[in-house]
């Protein structure tokens, strides 16, 4: 299993609209996807007591293979990305992960 996470940056001006993220943007994300998407998963940062947490919100998307992922990507990349503004105007960091356990 691959598993892509976008995580979105806190700091100082960043914002991030978790329902449009929610109810739009993940729509977006499984219909574009489709079957290639086996699961998607959202955490919202809430830190420690005292400190702010380091991202505003993780996205994950899981995938069958590396291949499934580049596909999925190359074709609808383009759409999810246009739609980024909408929800947030801090610039992602993303990981591809191996899913061990």
């Given at each position: 299993?691959?598993?892509?996470?976008?995580?979105?940056?806190?700091?100082?001006?960043?914002?991030?609209?978790?329902?449009?993220?929610?109810?739009?943007?993940?729509?977006?994300?499984?219909?574009?996807?489709?079957?290639?998407?086996?699961?998607?998963?959202?955490?919202?940062?809430?830190?420690?007591?005292?400190?702010?947490?380091?991202?505003?919100?993780?996205?994950?998307?899981?995938?069958?293979?590396?291949?499934?992922?580049?596909?999925?990507?190359?074709?609808?990349?383009?759409?999810?990305?246009?739609?980024?503004?909408?929800?947030?105007n801090?610039?992602?960091?993303?990981?591809v992960?191996?899913?061990?356990?």
């Open positions: 299993m691959i598993k892509i996470s976008v995580m979105y940056p806190g700091g100082e001006g960043r914002t991030f609209d978790m329902a449009y993220y929610l109810e739009t943007h993940i729509a977006l994300v499984r219909r574009l996807l489709g079957a290639r998407l086996k699961g998607v998963s959202v955490d919202r940062g809430i830190g420690i007591p005292g400190s702010p947490a380091p991202y505003l919100a993780i996205g994950h998307l899981l995938f069958d293979s590396v291949e499934d992922l580049q596909a999925a990507l190359a074709t609808h990349g383009p759409a999810l990305m246009a739609d980024i503004p909408n929800y947030t801090s610039q992602s960091a993303i990981q992960s191996e899913v061990k356990l």
